[in-house]
């Protein structure tokens, strides 16, 4: 196991078509060796020619709003169905107004509902740290652009792991915010009391930067590790090496040891709680959508389709019922970190699976990552994936969880025992 160095660009060993298109009369040329990009997603809007993000590049993930560009969400009945938005997702304008240059609009999984990081309509994204494995989903065109070095961070978003999973895939850096945290105006929902702004970059540097420019200035201090073991024992045995690795070196940091904790409630399992999110999150995609699905009929995957079947499914009394159970995890889970707490997790239950991998091994995997990612969704704390490799060079990701509000102080931490653990070598 080792720390995860930056990726030389791809650009140059990998084929891939070139993308011309004038915008606000300038050509922009990128060679998208990823397959990253959206067809509808090929232009270029300049930013600010001040601030902090000056000469830096940015693509996002096709939820975000541009004006001017219809939204496509993943699916291209969608894209047919909507008209292009007269304003700007201002966490984009932000970005932009920061000095971040905006390479247009990236593939996710159809309209944000999995994990794996196909899509049948606009294809798989590369993974080019693993070229012959998934780039994780649903942000999976903003890990790949990422990873091939083609951009220098990338919009995502993060509901039930959209960003951890893809991050941990593709070996980068990958935050889901505090929900709440970033306004998710601009941006197409797919869950609601779920859904967060998120970003993924390939250099420390970068990721914190972005993260100066859209999270809120707060003063936080960790004082203490909890340490879950019902969480590394989902990690593929691949992963163990870095779990020890990252609290180790966490516990060096703030001088203090890990603290086994009981993350379950008496007589709950993993599997109680992602149930539980499911059931929950599943009726909020329906109230978001369902409306749309049932009047445009639009061709979806099939897991996908199956997904929104069973999301029409869900009575508002089941989901009331298994709101009340969400509810009293969010508040036992907060408790166990308090105001100053932080806890090691893996950010997938395995590295990324092959491309060639049967649907029933695609099933198993979502449902093992659900039950690590979906203690962060239901919490509504922030979780950053650092990434790693394994001793062969594949790529995964560690996380460090914490308390609300804790975003930017979480994350400089990350990047301190990153930066800690490699100069140890």
Not at 36 to 53: N, T
Not at 195 to 204: K, M, N, P, R, Y
Request: with cysteine; aromatic share 6%.
């Amino acid at each position: 196991m080792a720390f995860s160095r930056p990726l030389v660009n791809m650009g140059a060993v990998i084929q891939g078509a070139k993308l011309f298109m004038i915008f606000m009369g300038r050509a922009f040329d990128i060679e998208d060796c990823a397959h990253a990009w959206v067809p509808h997603g090929k232009f270029i809007i300049d930013g600010s020619p001040h601030g902090r993000l000056q000469s830096l590049r940015f693509a996002v993930k096709d939820v975000f709003d541009v004006a001017g560009n219809v939204t496509g969400f993943g699916n291209p009945t969608w894209l047919d169905t909507h008209q292009a938005p007269t304003l700007t997702s201002p966490v984009v304008q932000s970005l932009l107004d920061s000095g971040a240059s905006l390479c247009g609009k990236l593939i996710c999984d159809e309209m944000t509902y999995s994990l794996n990081g196909d899509n049948r309509h606009y294809g798989t994204p590369l993974n080019t740290k693993a070229p012959d494995c998934v780039p994780g989903g649903s942000s999976s065109g903003s890990a790949a652009a990422v990873a091939a070095g083609l951009v220098d961070f990338a919009l995502g978003t993060d509901t039930g792991g959209s960003v951890r999973v893809p991050a941990s895939y593709c070996g980068v850096w990958g935050l889901r915010t505090t929900h709440g945290a970033i306004p998710v105006a601009g941006v197409i929902p797919i869950q609601p009391g779920f859904d967060t702004v998120a970003w993924l970059a390939s250099e420390a540097d970068v990721f914190e930067r972005v993260g100066e420019v859209l999270l809120p200035a707060t003063q936080h201090t960790f004082k203490h590790i909890a340490h879950f073991e019902d969480l590394w024992r989902l990690a593929d045995p691949a992963m163990k090496p870095g779990l020890v690795q990252v609290e180790k070196q966490l516990s060096q940091t703030l001088g203090c040891e890990a603290v086994t904790r009981d993350l379950l409630l008496p007589g709950q399992t993993l599997e109680d709680w992602r149930l539980a999110y499911h059931i929950v999150s599943a009726r909020q995609a329906w109230l978001a959508h369902g409306h749309w699905i049932t009047q445009h009929q639009p061709e979806l995957a099939d897991a996908i389709a199956q997904r929104f079947a069973f999301a029409e499914t869900v009575s508002p009394a089941q989901a009331a019922e298994h709101q009340s159970k969400l509810t009293a995890i969010r508040r036992h889970v907060r408790a166990l970190l308090g105001e100053s707490g932080v806890a090691v997790l893996p950010s997938s239950a395995v590295t990324a699976p092959r491309l060639t991998a049967d649907p029933t091994t695609v099933d198993d995997v979502r449902m093992r990552t659900m039950r690590l990612t979906c203690v962060a969704g239901i919490a509504g704390l922030p979780q950053i994936s650092i990434p790693l490799q394994t001793e062969s060079g594949k790529p995964y990701g560690i996380s460090l969880l914490g308390p609300a509000g804790s975003d930017l102080a979480l994350l400089r931490l990350a990047t301190k025992i990153a930066d800690e653990a490699m100069a140890r070598g």
